[in-house]
């Protein structure tokens, strides 16, 4: 599976952005979903995840409120869609794919990663 992150850029507080992540190659298979970050200097972290069917979904607390993922499976695409944008937003947002149903809050369980795409958040 080939991820490819998309949707970053340059936004002001209070803000919002909508991120994409389209997957391609063996998406027949069933496969959940979670998009991390990583700010400069940090780790990278969980954001989001959701599960294959989308019909579960699990938030960090730093975003919990303010953002919503999604997937179109006819599409083979997540969104991640992100309100209120704050400074603290500002990071390389990744998406992930790991061969299961559930989606994990563990970067270890994903196998695949996107390239990433950058979100700035400006004050």
């Known amino acids: 599976v080939q991820l490819q992150a998309s949707g970053g850029g340059l936004v002001q507080a209070g803000g919002y952005l909508r991120l994409s992540c389209a997957a391609s190659?063996?998406?027949?298979?069933?496969?959940?979903v979670g998009w991390f970050r990583q700010a400069p200097g940090k780790e990278r972290e969980f954001v989001a995840g959701?599960?294959?069917?989308?019909?579960?979904?699990y938030y960090a607390d730093s975003v919990k409120g303010r953002s919503t993922i999604s997937r179109d499976n006819a599409k083979n695409t997540v969104y991640l869609q992100m309100n209120s944008l704050k400074p603290e937003d500002t990071a390389v947002y990744y998406c992930?794919?790991?061969?299961?149903?559930?989606?994990?809050?563990?970067?270890?369980?994903?196998?695949?990663w996107g390239q990433g795409t950058l979100v700035t958040v400006s004050s």
């Open positions: 190659g063996r998406t027949s298979i069933n496969y959940a």
């Open positions: 959701i599960n294959y069917d989308g019909a579960s979904d």
């Open positions: 992930a794919a790991r061969v299961a149903r559930e989606q994990s809050t563990l970067l270890y369980e994903y196998q695949y």
